[in-house]
């Protein structure tokens, strides 16, 4: 038993570990991972820009300081495939998630504040998507692409757009029948008022997870038709199709189909992390 007077130190304890061990220390980490991928997509293909060129002579060559990542089975640069080809996920991904956003966010503002037969529309449009699985569509666009990027583009926004209109057209509706929304209405502050203090601070934490998870739902979407052979037409460089290609040369060059697998898991890792700091604000 302490001494009268003493610091009573053992209560203490649980507290000061909670606070020297953070919880959202791994969330840290996996976010300086996931600002690393997109460094390495943004200054990667300028420093190795050859990624199309080949030369045979160096047919599987190992990795030096000069090609961190060796050679592949046509002679190519394998870090200059993997800057590309992450640079494109990326870029793909984020703008499939924008355009999705934006359209349905927009349709289920209009959906929720004008009601009667647009709001009609918009739901049995909705309800159409909802009846074909996401991977149908991205599988018919694919189809139809031809490995051509924009194909490939309008399918993955195509297959996201719903879940944003659902969310949006739900949560206003509620937002624009609370009592807050009706004395705006008596004040006559307008809709541009509504949206800014209302619809918009309750909309935002949604959108943002919404929007981080799709970002890894497309750059997994992207891979997965690289990787059965109907994305991206060779020879530009995608992800999946850099892990399809390496796989029969695996025990010469286990690095080729290793390096894309890490940077897929880097990604969806450090994307998770940052929609379970959205999730909690």
Not at 20 to 34: E, K
Not at 65 to 78: F, I, K, Q, T, Y
Not at 173 to 195: N, Q
Not at 211 to 223: E, V
Request: net charge positive; charged share 10%.
């Amino acid at each position: 038993m302490p001494a009268q007077g003493g610091p009573p130190a053992l209560p203490l304890v649980p507290a000061v570990r909670r606070r020297l061990v953070p919880g959202t220390a791994v969330q840290g980490v996996a976010a300086a991972l996931l600002a690393v991928v997109v460094l390495f997509a943004l200054i990667g293909p300028l420093a190795w820009p050859d990624h199309a060129v080949q030369n045979l002579s160096r047919f599987l060559e190992a990795p030096s300081l000069a090609e961190p990542l060796g050679r592949d089975h046509l002679g190519r640069s394998v870090v200059a495939r993997l800057a590309h080809a992450t640079q494109l996920s990326l870029m793909m991904a984020i703008a499939c998630v924008a355009t999705a956003l934006l359209a349905g966010t927009a349709g289920g503002l209009i959906a929720a504040w004008r009601g009667g037969w647009i709001e009609t529309a918009l739901n049995g449009l909705s309800e159409a998507f909802m009846a074909l699985p996401a991977l149908l569509v991205i599988l018919i666009f694919s189809a139809l692409a031809n490995g051509d990027l924009w194909t490939l583009y309008a399918g993955l926004a195509l297959s996201q757009w719903v879940e944003y209109f659902r969310m949006v057209r739900a949560r206003s509706a509620l937002v624009l029948a609370g009592p807050a929304v009706e004395a705006a209405g008596l004040l006559r502050l307008g809709p541009v008022h509504v949206m800014r203090r209302h619809l918009w601070p309750d909309l935002r934490p949604l959108l943002t997870t919404m929007a981080t998870f799709g970002i890894g739902s497309s750059i997994l979407a992207l891979s997965t038709l690289g990787f059965v052979g109907i994305g991206v037409r060779p020879p530009t460089p995608e992800l999946g199709l850099m892990i399809t290609e390496a796989f029969p040369y695996y025990h010469e060059a286990p690095w080729m189909s290793l390096a894309p697998v890490l940077v897929l898991t880097t990604i969806l890792i450090g994307l998770l992390s940052l929609r379970s700091k959205e999730a909690r604000q």
